[in-house]
Antibody, heavy 118, light 106 residues
């Protein structure tokens, strides 16, 4: 069974950084691109970027370039997303999701809530 | 960037009834559209990909169709567990989600 287990909720101050993890199981980690998606409260989903663990290729949504950094640890089958210089606009639930054979995002994590507040 | 215009933003229907949601892309997306069901506290659930291909385990009362820029998603025989928000995703050129449709049961 494919599982994506995300790290817990975060409360961070404006200007700070946060690192969210997505630990995977039940599939071959290098065979699927890992995507990250943002959902602000009451708003629609936004694609942040995708990391190909097989070749290290990364594609970012231009909107999040400079804010988000995607990495993986193949030894632990875990993906990470660093968010820096956070503002209240970054308060949201962040999801990891893996792409299936034709590119659609298939399995999703449960989401990580990030609240930016002083 | 490709924009996805999803409508309606909310709708209410009766148990046993049918609903249809549409997504219009700003350019041809070559049928690379997926539909998701999203409930509070959980990650979105992939229902349909490549316009009309049902994910394993998804009931046949869910369906999708379309081509070019225009796509639709329908649910027949509405059941209580269908209460959720539904979103489309184009993945022909990077990834763009529609605005979401909140479904309520009358």
């Amino acid at each position: 069974e494919v599982q994506l287990q995300q790290s817990g909720p975060e409360l961070v101050k404006p200007g700070a950084s946060v690192k969210i993890s997505c630990k995977t199981a039940g599939y071959t980690f290098t065979e699927n691109t890992m995507h990250w998606v943002k959902q602000s409260h009451g708003k629609s989903l936004e694609w942040i970027g995708g990391f190909n663990p097989d070749n290290g290729g990364i594609i970012y949504n231009q909107k999040f370039k400079g804010t988000a950094t995607l990495t993986v640890d193949k030894s632990s089958n875990t993906a990470y997303m660093d968010l820096r210089s956070l503002t209240s606009e970054d308060s949201a639930v962040y999801y990891c999701a893996i792409g299936n054979w034709d590119g659609a995002m298939d399995y999703w994590g449960q989401g990580t809530s990030v609240t930016v507040s002083s | 960037d490709i924009q996805m215009t999803q409508s309606p933003s909310s709708l209410s229907a009766s148990l046993g009834g049918k609903v249809t949601i549409t997504c219009k892309a700003s350019q041809d997306i070559n049928k690379y559209i997926a539909w998701y069901q999203h409930k509070p506290g959980k990650g979105p659930r992939l229902l349909i990909h490549y316009t009309s291909t049902l994910q394993p385990g998804i009931p046949s009362r869910f369906s999708g169709s379309g081509s070019g820029r225009d796509y639709s998603f329908s649910i027949n025989n509405l059941e209580p567990e269908d209460i959720a928000t539904y979103s489309c995703l184009q993945y022909d050129n990077l990834y763009t989600f529609g605005g979401g449709t909140k479904l309520e049961i009358k």
